[in-house]
C-alpha cells in the first residue's frame, strides 16, 4: 500500500489529534483543507501586496494585477488548458454546478432529453498526466443510430489535437460486443481483465481494459 504519510505532511492541520488519533478529514464537499503551500502563499500575499487589480496606479496595485496574471499563466499549464481564457473560476463546486445547470438551462427546453455523454478524465500527477479515461453512455432508444461513433470521432480528434495527452482508456463489460467492436474500431486494445469486476442480476461479468496510444 502506498505511503501517504508525505502527503499529509504539507497539511498543517493534519497535525492535530483528535482524542489521541490522528485527524482525517472526510467533508472535502463542504470545505478542503489547505496545504502550506497555499497558506504561505496566501499569507505572503496580505502581507506584502494586498491591493485592487485592474484599477489601480500605484506600485502594489501594479504588483497584485502581475500576481494575479502570472497565477492565471500558471493555472493553464499546470491542467494543460490552451489558453487561460477558456478557464472559469469560481468560489467552489456548488457554485460551478449552479452555473453549468444555468447554461444548460438556456439551451433546454421541456421536453427535451440528453440523449447520450461523454467525457475525457485526466490527472494532475505529472507521472500519469500523459493518461485519460475515456467514457461515453448513449439512451437505449437512440442505439444503433450511429451516435456513440460520432462522439468517438469528435472526442479522439480533440484529444489528438487539443490536449497532451498520450494514451487513452477505457473500462467496458466482456458481453456488451457492439461497444467493444465500436473501440476497436478506433483503435483501442484489450490490455486486461478485472474477473468479476461488475454485478449484473444476480451473476458477475468481467471489465475489459482497453487502451489506445494517440499518435500526432
Keep these: 500500500m502506498k505511503d501517504l504519510s508525505i502527503y499529509r505532511e504539507d497539511f498543517p492541520i493534519l497535525k492535530r489529534k483528535i482524542k489521541n488519533n490522528d485527524l482525517i478529514f472526510f467533508d472535502n464537499g463542504a470545505t478542503t483543507q489547505k496545504p502550506i503551500q497555499v497558506i504561505d502563499a496566501i ?10 487589480i485592474h484599477r489601480s496606479v500605484y506600485t502594489l496595485g501594479d504588483e497584485s494585477e502581475k500576481i494575479y496574471e502570472e497565477s492565471k499563466h500558471l493555472v493553464k499549464e499546470f491542467i494543460n488548458a490552451n489558453s487561460h481564457e477558456e478557464i472559469i473560476y469560481t468560489s467552489g ?4 454546478m449552479n452555473f453549468i445547470a444555468r447554461i444548460i438551462e438556456q439551451d433546454v427546453k421541456d421536453g427535451d432529453e440528453i440523449i447520450a455523454v461523454g467525457s475525457i478524465a485526466g490527472s494532475l500527477h505529472p507521472k500519469f498526466s500523459h493518461r485519460g479515461e475515456l467514457g461515453i453512455s448513449v439512451l437505449k432508444s437512440y442505439w444503433g443510430q450511429g451516435i456513440a461513433t460520432v462522439m468517438m470521432e469528435e472526442m479522439l480528434d480533440w484529444v489528438a489535437e487539443y490536449s497532451t495527452l498520450s494514451r487513452v482508456e477505457l473500462e467496458v463489460v466482456s458481453v456488451n460486443n457492439k461497444a467493444r467492436r465500436l ?10 481483465r478485472l474477473k468479476n469486476g461488475v454485478k449484473i442480476g ?8 482497453m487502451a489506445k496510444q494517440i499518435e500526432r
Design 43 to 52: 499569507s505572503d500575499y496580505y502581507k506584502n501586496y494586498n491591493s485592487n
Design 183 to 192: 473501440y476497436e474500431k478506433f483503435g483501442f486494445e484489450e490490455e486486461g
Design 202 to 209: 444476480d451473476g458477475y461479468e468481467d471489465i475489459v481494459l
Design 93 to 96: 463546486t456548488t457554485e460551478s
